[in-house]
């Protein structure tokens, strides 16, 4: 499974084309499509990012989560996988990305990677910058507690 960390603020050229993050590239090498997922978070004005693995795990879980007919289930697969699109990389490690996405994001001039584990999410430099702040203020105010999970020793 692909692990994304950092955050990486790379140029969008004239013709929308943008470089993957050279260490996001290489946690997806192991897969059959080379390139990324990309589709608009409906959480918040940023693209959700992730490889093609992860998008099947997320149509497994759809489909264990919810009856097959619900109105959940229609709605993150709309939401989802309607909306999602497969962009393979150039030998350059570029991608284009379409014009749906750099608009829900307000993506310009420039697109901000941001690793978030198992997936990644692009964002406009500014508004990853505010967000950002709100997320540390929540921290810092909720103080979330983690458990970690060791795998079990036999």
């Given at each position: 499974m692909a692990l994304f960390v950092s955050t990486y603020t790379n140029k969008v050229d004239k013709?929308?084309?943008?470089?993957?993050?050279?260490?996001?590239?290489?946690?997806?090498?192991?897969?059959?499509?080379?390139?990324?997922?990309?589709?608009?978070?409906?959480?918040?004005?940023?693209?959700?990012?992730?490889?093609?693995?992860?998008?099947?795990?997320?149509?497994?879980?759809?489909?264990?989560?919810?009856?097959?007919?619900?109105?959940?289930?229609?709605d993150l697969n709309t939401l989802i996988f309607s909306s999602s699109h497969q962009l393979s990389w150039d030998p350059e490690g570029r991608v284009v990305l379409p014009e749906d996405v750099m608009t829900h994001a307000a993506i310009t001039e420039q697109a901000a990677f941001v690793g978030k584990g198992r997936t990644f999410q692009i964002w406009e430099p500014e508004a990853l910058k505010a967000h950002t702040a709100e997320a540390r203020a929540r921290a810092m105010a909720n103080r979330p507690q983690l458990i970690l999970r060791r795998p079990e020793v036999k």
């Open positions: 013709k929308g084309r943008v470089s993957v993050p050279a260490s996001f590239r290489a946690a997806l090498s192991h897969q059959s499509f080379q390139g990324i997922v990309v589709y608009p978070s409906f959480t918040s004005a940023a693209v959700e990012g992730c490889g093609t693995d992860f998008l099947e795990e997320l149509a497994a879980a759809t489909s264990a989560s919810f009856d097959l007919f619900s109105t959940e289930q229609d």
